[in-house]
T-cell receptor
């Protein structure tokens, strides 16, 4: 069984600044994947970044990077140089390696202010 | 390559009616997942299907809900005798393999009046 917890219901940041969204998880799987998804007001789910648990190196995608602490079961998302278009709900999710059923956290609403 | 398509985007049903939600996966994808998002909540897994087979339906309510993914045509999520608590956004995702990246559709927002 997998659980994902996001303890920050809402966050805000000024444009061009950096913000970090927190996520903790629990899983009985030996190997697994972790994801951050963005859901803007359009409600479309957009994959932001993906991390394989067996890889020690933190994943990065342009302005988005993660801090993956496997022992602590922590998977935070850092957004650098925040842009107005980053305003959205962000979901942390985990998935096993047998097949891709995802378990989502409750979400964090991020607002980027001009 | 068109993305995952879902229709209708919005569906209004009266209590007791049936709701049929359709999902056309991306070309070449034979793995489909359905998720439900209640207001102010994250997505919850409902069912995972491969062509003509239900692999995992552990997230599906035991009654009134069913899903299929026929050899030809879209995947269908069917809700019989809808109740107000079924009001939610229903998302479909498809993948080229069991562990491949999931691509989400735009969702169907179901409102039960």
């Amino acid at each position: 069984a997998q659980t994902v917890t996001q303890s920050q219901p809402e966050m805000s940041v000024q444009e061009a600044e950096t913000v970090t969204l927190s996520c903790t998880y629990d899983t009985s799987e030996n190997n697994y994947y972790l994801f951050w998804y963005k859901q803007p007001p359009s409600r479309q789910m957009i994959l932001v970044i993906r991390q394989e648990a067996y890889k020690q190196q933190n994943a990065t995608e342009n302005r988005f990077s993660v801090n993956f602490q496997k022992a602590a079961k922590s998977f935070s998302l850092k957004i650098s140089d925040s842009q107005l278009g980053d305003t959205a709900m962000y979901f942390c999710a985990s998935g096993g390696t047998s097949y891709g059923k995802l378990t989502f956290g409750q979400g964090t609403i991020l607002t980027v202010h001009p | 390559n068109a993305g995952v398509m879902q229709n209708p985007r919005h569906l209004v049903r009266r209590r007791g009616q049936e709701a049929r939600l359709r999902c056309s996966p991306m070309k070449g994808h034979s793995h489909v997942y359905w998720y439900r998002q209640l207001p102010e909540e994250g997505l919850k897994f409902m069912v995972y299907l491969q062509k003509e087979n239900i692999i995992d339906e552990s997230g599906m309510p035991k009654e009134r809900f069913s899903a299929e993914f026929p050899k030809e045509g879209p995947s269908i999520l069917r809700i019989q005798q809808v109740v107000r608590g079924d009001s939610a956004a229903y998302f479909c995702a498809s993948s080229p393999s069991a562990t491949g990246e999931q691509y989400f559709g735009p969702g169907t927002r179901l409102t039960v009046t």
